[in-house]
């Protein structure tokens, strides 16, 4: 069974930053891109960032860009995000997710399936 | 930005059916997924590439896109399926989600 974990999440203060962390298991990790999805507090669903199988190819939200790295470790199963400059609408239940579709050289043109329960980062003073 | 966009709401009777659209531009030449998310609950892929179902998920839920619009359909409609549902497509450098429905059973 596909097992997706999160971490990391919490309260910091605007302009700080906070490290996510997802453990996967059940699958074989580097044969799949993954993603992370946000939903703010009473909101709908934005995707945040995605990282091919390979790390060879990422892509980010341009909401997100230049703020925050995706990241992951293959042989530690393991997707990261790493948030810097954290500002008050970032605030929202972060999930990670893995792509549907086998493949490991892009992250693009999937669906995510299954999803974590997520961490949830709260940015605020 | 790419958008799509769902109605707010739908509201259906047990046993009836249910359509929810998704509208996007030329939405028909990329491929649609659908997710439904309960209160306090993660997503759970109901639709991908357009109309394939993935395991687990009954019969009555169905997909369908062409042109702008890709619809999710529920038939026979129970009160399990109340949720919130969401599209998601992919244009050509990022992943975007529908503005989502409620869908109500009442």
């Known amino acids: 069974e596909v097992q997706l974990v999160e971490s990391g999440g919490g309260l910091v203060q605007p302009g700080r930053s906070l490290r996510l962390s997802c453990a996967a298991s059940?699958?074989?990790?580097?044969?799949?891109?993954m993603h992370w999805v946000r939903q703010g507090p009473g909101k709908g669903l934005e995707w945040v960032s995605g990282i091919s199988g390979n790390s060879g190819t990422i892509g980010y939200a341009d909401s997100v860009k230049g703020r925050f790295t995706i990241s992951r470790d293959n042989a530690k199963n393991s997707l990261y995000l790493q948030m810097n400059s954290l500002r008050p609408e970032d605030t929202a239940l972060y999930y990670c997710a893995k792509a549907g579709k086998k493949f490991s050289g892009n992250y693009y043109r999937t669906w995510f399936d299954p999803w974590g329960q997520g961490t949830l980062v709260t940015v605020s003073s | 930005s790419y958008e799509l966009t769902q109605p707010p709401s739908v509201s259906v009777s047990p046993g009836q059916t249910a359509s929810i659209n998704c509208s996007g531009e030329k939405l028909g030449d990329k491929f649609a997924c659908w997710y439904q998310q309960k209160p306090g609950q993660s997503p759970v892929l109901v639709i991908y590439?357009?109309?394939k179902r993935p395991s687990g998920i009954p019969e009555r839920f169905s997909g369908s896109n062409s042109g702008n619009t890709a619809t999710l359909t529920i038939s026979a409609t129970q009160s399990m399926d109340e949720a919130d549902y969401y599209c998601?497509?992919?244009?050509?450098?990022?992943?975007?989600f529908g503005t989502g429905t409620k869908v109500t059973v009442l």
């Open positions: 998601l497509a992919w244009d050509s450098t990022t992943y975007v």
């Open positions: 590439q357009d109309t």
């Open positions: 059940g699958f074989t990790f580097d044969d799949y891109g």
